[in-house]
């Protein structure tokens, strides 16, 4: 069975069938041809892969981040981050980065925070004087830490498919996602100080002020939300609820930037990339049903265990795994196909699900940077109509930056664990 899955897998992938059909299609070849169970137990377990009530965080992010984009709040959280760090030098590639941050804390999403603050910040920093290349590199990997700093939705995928707890790998997010964005402000800042670019201005108390009172509402959603989840308030789901009321109520009755009419629009966008994402979910968990029933992550997990003799050496060839695959498909259903395969593998090695599930998000963060699939570029190529190469040059010089981070990660649990051991556990 384990050859005709994978010839059935690389042909339909070839072809460029979408990956939820292929894993359809594959589910439904082993089952007629190696098992007897009848066919109508494929629509039972689409069914039972989205009859799970944390599932509803998912359109919800994916709604709040639309409203937010659209609105005021992107521009809010860039005018404080600019007077608060906008004198450094290098201070307005900073503040993009910092923006970045918050925006990822309240979006759960990389793609819109590209959106949200890339169509901000990158043509203020071309206007500012900072190179092309590095204006659209920095805000399209900075834009990728809204999947990993929490809420974040390929973490709850995750979640679903390994049977971890989402409260805790949020907080396991938060210590990998800040030292990324660390990093990337050390790095500007040398390339600052290199390039002498002049900084936008000079420190300001009562301009920080200022941009702190008309941005407060916009500051406040990260503390709501994984405040209300921490301390046990509210459920991840019901958090992504609230994060979709209080974003609306702040764009219409405060922020006044979003109109009654833009709801239809922002709905139906949310919709089918929520759709999307679920179904394929929902033939992921079913593919993962049949591979479970026939006890194939046991048998990798010998084979695996047979040739790999230390978890140090397990997790490098997962990382250069997703890599590759990266080159060929799409990193979220990669980690959703793969990380259930491996979890016979991960309790062999003693490997901690949350560690390898910031592991994997990582992985996914660096597959939405390379292309031919990486889902930022295509984003940033969108809202700067420049073109997929010239973008993938300017994310080339951080991917070295984000190779680091994930290799830190990797190899030093304590830098995602060392939270939620601490608070949850």
Known sequence: ???????????????????????????????????????????????????????????????????????GIARKLVAFVNSLVGWFPGGLAMAGILACIFFAAISGSS????????????????????????????I?????????????????????????????????????GLLIGFALMVYTFFIAKKNN????????FPELVRTAREGIWALLLPFIVLGGIYSGLFTPTEAAAVSVIYALFIEIFVYKEFKFADITDVCREAAVLSACLLFILSTAMTFIWLLTAEQIPHQLAD????????????????????LILGCFMDDVSAML?????????????????????????????MGMLTPPFGLNLFVASGITREPLIKIARGVAPFLGIMLLCLMLVTYVPWISLALPQWILR
């Open 337 to 365: 196909i793969l990380a259930p395969i491996f979890m016979e593998t991960l309790n062999r090695y003693g490997i901690d699900l949350v560690h390898f599930g910031i592991v994997m998000v990582l992985n996914i963060q």
């Open 197 to 204: 670019w002049r900084v936008s201005g000079s420190a300001s």
């Open 111 to 138: 793609p819109a925070t590209v959106v949200a603050i890339g169509s901000i910040m990158i043509p203020a920093l071309i206007k500012a004087g900072y190179g092309e290349k590095f204006s659209l590199g920095l």
């Open 140 to 176: 399209t990997v900075s834009g990728s830490l809204g999947i990993v700093i929490p809420p974040s939705i390929p973490m709850i995928l995750y979640c679903l498919v390994m049977n971890v707890s989402v409260a805790e790998i949020f907080m396991a997010g938060i210590v990998p």
């Open 303 to 322: 084979i695996i265990i047979e040739h790999i003799h230390s978890p140090w050496m397990f997790l490098l060839t997962v990382n250069i795994l997703f």
């Open 1 to 71: 069975m384990i050859i005709t899955i994978c010839i059935c897998f690389a042909a339909l992938l070839f072809l460029g069938v979408p990956i939820a059909v292929i894993l359809g299609v594959t589910t439904l070849v082993c089952l007629v041809f190696f098992t007897s169970t009848p066919l109508h137990i494929i629509t039972q377990q689409l069914f039972n892969a989205l009859d799970k009530f944390v599932l509803l965080a998912i359109p919800f992010f994916i709604l709040a981040g639309a409203v937010m984009t659209r609105g």
